[in-house]
């Protein structure tokens, strides 16, 4: 069965600092790969998808993930960190067979500290 | 702008009380979810439908029902059989029935009183 696993449940960092957000995922064929990310009280926004080709994606806000196929795994990574970057991430993968369904890993906060 | 609207924002209810979250979406989207989210559990999958007048059943979808008479609208009834109704709700839409970026509302937040 398909999963995604987010092995960070709590981070830190400093503004200014660079983050790395772990995502890995178990599925038998590509996979269709979500980053989004959730501010307190609010909905999901989509950062960033990887369907196919080049494996380095980019996003907005100035995040960018690679697929990495040997390690079955999607990090999210930005090269400063905002203070306005301090919310809950969630990694999801697209479920096959025409149901448009998302399996999401379980999320992981991050707090930005000055 | 295009979105998802949810209301309320927060939501109560009573014991042995029915209650329904309402979703609009003017996406022009088929398909619409809805989740729960609990804090450490991620989203959960209650429902979704892939078109009017039809849905499926999603990983947690005891205590909970759903209609879509509209393609706009996708109503979540939480009723009385749900025992622990607190948590978070989430509709989304996407355009289609492949593996697609889902849209998100803000959520209803529904508590016991």
């Known amino acids: 069965a398909q999963s995604v696993t987010q092995p960070d449940i709590h981070i830190t960092v400093s503004e200014g600092a660079s983050l790395e957000l772990r995502c890995n995922y178990s599925?038998?064929?590509?996979?269709?790969l979500f980053w989004y990310v959730q501010s307190p009280g609010q909905g999901l926004q989509l950062l960033l998808k990887y369907f196919s080709g080049d494996t380095l994606v980019q996003g907005i806000k100035g995040f960018e993930a690679e697929f990495k196929r040997s390690q079955s795994s999607f990090n999210l990574r930005k090269p400063s960190v905002h203070w306005s970057d301090a919310a809950e991430y969630f990694c999801?993968?697209?479920?096959?067979?025409?149901?448009?369904?998302?399996?999401f890993g379980q999320g992981t906060t991050l707090q930005v500290k000055p | 702008d295009g979105g998802i609207t949810q209301s309320p924002k927060y939501l109560f209810r009573k014991e042995g009380q029915n209650v329904t979250l309402s979703c609009e979406q003017n996406?022009?989207?088929?398909?619409m979810y809805w989740y729960r989210q609990d804090p450490g559990q991620g989203l959960r999958l209650i429902y979704y439908s892939q078109i009017v007048n039809d849905f499926q059943k999603g990983d947690i979808a005891e205590g909970y029902s759903v209609s879509r008479e509209k393609k706009e609208s996708f109503p979540l009834t939480v009723t009385s059989a749900q025992k622990n109704p607190t948590a978070f709700y989430l509709c989304?839409?996407?355009?289609?029935?492949?593996?697609?970026?889902?849209?998100f509302g803000d959520g209803t937040r529904l508590s016991i009183l």
């Open positions: 989304a839409s996407s355009v289609g029935t492949d593996p697609q970026p889902q849209h």
């Open positions: 999801a993968v697209g479920v096959r067979g025409n149901t448009g369904k998302l399996i």
């Open positions: 996406l022009n989207h088929d398909a």
């Open positions: 599925y038998g064929a590509t996979p269709y």
